[in-house]
């Protein structure tokens, strides 16, 4: 064998030895052939194997080529045919790695379609889930209007508004029944005088209220606070100092927020313990004070006079109190104020949101009771008025009769009833409204999420959460 250069397209390849032309097996042409020596092989002797099928194959009608050295006998094939067996591989069989994801590797000889049919339930699950979240939402919002029907706006639930002029209601003798002599002392409702401006605003004078007599337990976040002989008890969560109250003498009324307490002494000064971050507890400036309502940052305080002071957090308005006056009864909540005044109607200050100040068209209330975001009061008659959000349905507050007390948690209510019964209504979750046991109770006071009750022994009943121990009253004795 030798090797030759194709003087056509330049090729080198072998041949047989004296052979000087055949058909150039790299383009197909018949040529003369040229020698060229070993070196030029060593880069252009496989040139053609390394050309793209389409540039090298040779066309179907080529030349039969002859035995080109071939044992005799055997048939040479066509140049054409000889290429295309070269160039076939054998087909190994594609085996894809077992796991998630894994699919088989298409066959070549086979046609991809693309899955109609895959693509149309995707798009029919997608189309089908949009309307059934759709339909949530819907049902959602109707559901939460309904229940926000009757939890944000005020409940007359039962009992009619009284005109004072065919009832003529004696508040002073009602609350006087209700709590005890000198709850509201000024000669009688009735002796109340008053004039009016040119603004027709109505105008008091010879105002006094004294402190409930009945006033000796409260329930604040974690806290229970009690009142024997003078001196303050507590229980409960003391991080900021709320139940260190030890020392505290002379005490008339006590009153205990989210972390903070108030007390009353009988010279009408304020003492305070616990959260002061809000400077809720800056009140040693207060004087002839008979009451007190310590709310979740805030701080209010009955005067003698009738007019209200406040301290603490008033970021929605909830320590605009100034201008109230002829008030006989205040409740402090979450982030509002309320006041009773002595003729039955009530104001209100700071937020609004869930319609807890909304108590403009109250009439015939002789207590008030305030939760985080509702507000309660209790008519002459024995009813129960609400407002906000008060985590109860109409149909629980409208069963509410011959009630004499009420008071609000965080989100319940408890009242007392005049044969020495209880009921709470609200969120109940951890026992906070299982009052249905209690008997001979003379006062209650709502908690955070817990409950108590003073009996007319001097004991005390306490139901619900007791994680930080404030229900741990059972060795109380405050008679």
């Not at 070549?108 to 899955?115: E, F, G, T």
């Not at 005890?180 to 209220?209: I, L, M, P, Q, R």
């Amino acid at each position: 064998m030798a090797f030759y250069r194709c003087t056509q397209c330049g090729g080198i390849f072998e041949v047989a030895d004296g052979k000087t032309s055949c058909y150039c097996s790299n383009c197909g042409a018949h040529q003369l052939l040229a020698p060229t020596d070993a070196s030029a092989r060593q880069g252009d002797v496989h040139q053609r194997s390394n050309q793209k099928a389409e540039e090298i194959a040779p066309q179907d009608n080529m030349p039969v080529q002859q035995n080109n050295g071939q044992p005799a006998g055997q048939q040479a094939q066509p140049q054409a045919a000889v290429w295309q067996q070269s160039q076939q591989k054998p087909k190994s069989e594609y085996h894809p790695p077992i796991g998630k994801g894994a699919v088989p590797y298409p066959d070549a000889s086979q046609s991809i379609q693309p899955k109609i049919g895959m693509n149309k339930g995707l798009l029919f699950g997608l189309i089908l889930g949009g309307i059934v979240l759709l339909i949530g939402i819907v049902v959602t919002v109707a559901v939460f209007a309904m229940r926000a029907d009757h939890l944000v706006q005020p409940q007359e639930l039962s009992g009619g508004i009284y005109d004072d002029e065919d009832d003529d209601i004696d508040y002073g003798a009602y609350r006087s029944y209700l709590f005890g002599e000198g709850y509201v002392s000024s000669s009688s409702d009735s002796a109340v005088s008053s004039s009016s401006d040119e603004d027709n605003e109505v105008k008091h004078s010879d105002f006094t209220v004294t402190a409930p007599e009945k006033h000796t337990i409260c329930a604040g976040g974690s806290h229970t606070v009690a009142i024997k002989d003078g001196k303050a008890l507590a229980t409960g969560d003391n991080e900021e100092g709320q139940c260190d109250v030890s020392g505290w003498s002379d005490i008339v009324t006590v009153s205990a927020g989210y972390e903070h307490t108030l007390g009353v002494k009988a010279d009408g000064t304020v003492v305070a313990a616990g959260d002061n971050v809000f400077d809720q507890c800056e009140v040693s400036g207060w004087e002839d004070v008979v009451d007190v309502a310590a709310g979740t940052f805030h701080s209010l305080a009955l005067k003698k006079d009738g007019t209200v002071l406040a301290a603490g957090d008033d970021d929605d308005g909830q320590c605009n109190v100034d201008s109230w006056s002829n008030i006989t009864a205040i409740a402090a909540g979450y982030h509002h104020s309320v006041g009773l005044r002595a003729d039955g109607t009530v104001v209100a200050a700071g937020s609004n949101e869930d319609g807890q100040c909304n108590v403009d068209s109250w009439k015939d209330i002789v207590a008030i009771a305030v939760g985080d975001v509702h507000t309660v009061g209790l008519k002459a008659d024995g009813t129960v008025v609400v407002t906000g959000k008060s985590f109860a349905d109409a149909s629980e507050f409208a069963a509410m009769k011959n009630v004499v007390a009420i008071s609000a948690g965080c989100s319940h209510t408890v009242a007392l009833k005049k044969d020495g019964t209880v009921t709470a209504v609200g969120y109940s979750y951890d026992g906070r409204c299982d009052t249905g046991s209690w008997v001979n109770v003379t006062e209650i006071a709502a908690g955070g999420y817990y409950s108590i009750g003073l009996k007319d022994d001097g004991t005390l009943y306490a139901v619900g959460d007791n994680e930080e121990n404030q229900c741990d009253v059972g060795s109380w004795d405050i008679k």
